[in-house]
């Protein structure tokens, strides 16, 4: 069993700046993927950024926007949110991708508002 901590996010103004964190109990052998959803209220959730050993993927909405960085090769990783606008509010969600299950952590909302 893997579980995730997430801590950061907030509320900013648009065209702000936020992180947030994403810590895992444990690495599992093998290779996995981590990363990040979000959900926004009355939409499907939806990817945001990955991070495996061999590939980084962004949505399309947040491209030169939003970086995730991994620590090293332990399971802690982050995202970066520069230029927010209203409609990244959502509730962002870190999950660890392993060969036989997925991970989710408990949620941050993130709001951006003036």
């Known amino acids: 069993q893997v579980y995730l901590a997430q801590s950061g996010g907030g509320l900013v103004q648009p065209g702000g700046s936020l992180r947030v964190d994403c810590r895992a109990s444990?690495?599992?052998?093998?290779?996995?993927?981590m990363g990040w959803h979000r959900e926004a209220p009355g939409k499907q959730r939806e990817m945001v950024a990955s991070?495996?050993?061999?590939?980084?993927d962004y949505a399309d909405a947040v491209k030169g926007r939003f970086i995730i960085s991994r620590e090293g090769f332990q399971g802690s990783i982050y995202l970066q949110m520069n230029g927010l606008q209203p409609d990244d509010t959502a509730v962002y969600y870190c999950?660890?991708?392993?060969?036989?299950?997925?991970?989710w952590g408990q949620g941050t909302q993130v709001t951006v508002s003036s």
């Open positions: 444990t690495v599992p052998n093998g290779d996995f993927e």
């Open positions: 999950y660890m991708k392993t060969l036989s299950r997925t991970f």
């Open positions: 991070l495996s050993r061999y590939n980084t």
